[in-house]
């Protein structure tokens, strides 16, 4: 998936992961993104987690999480 960004739109994209990913763990998880995004309904949250959460393991890897975005150039 990251071999189709250019190098630059990766690194925008790794540097908002980052942002959200509060401990460093290099997985966003929902109590990450509930901090970030306070306002962020539980729906929503819940939506991810169906839609994005590929591999079903409640959090988010950088790959899902470019996934999650659309992200192409």
């Not at 980052?18 to 997985?27: E, L, P, S, T, Y």
């Not at 929503?44 to 975005?69: C, H, K, N």
């Amino acid at each position: 998936m990251t071999h189709e960004l250019s190098h630059e739109r990766f690194e925008t994209l790794k540097r908002e992961f980052d942002a959200i990913d509060g401990d460093g763990d290099g997985f966003i998880t929902e109590a990450e993104l509930r901090s970030h995004f306070p306002a962020l309904p539980p729906e929503a949250i819940g939506a991810l987690d169906r839609d994005a959460d590929v591999d079903a393991d409640g959090r988010f890897s950088l790959e899902e999480f470019i996934r999650l975005t659309g992200a192409r150039d």
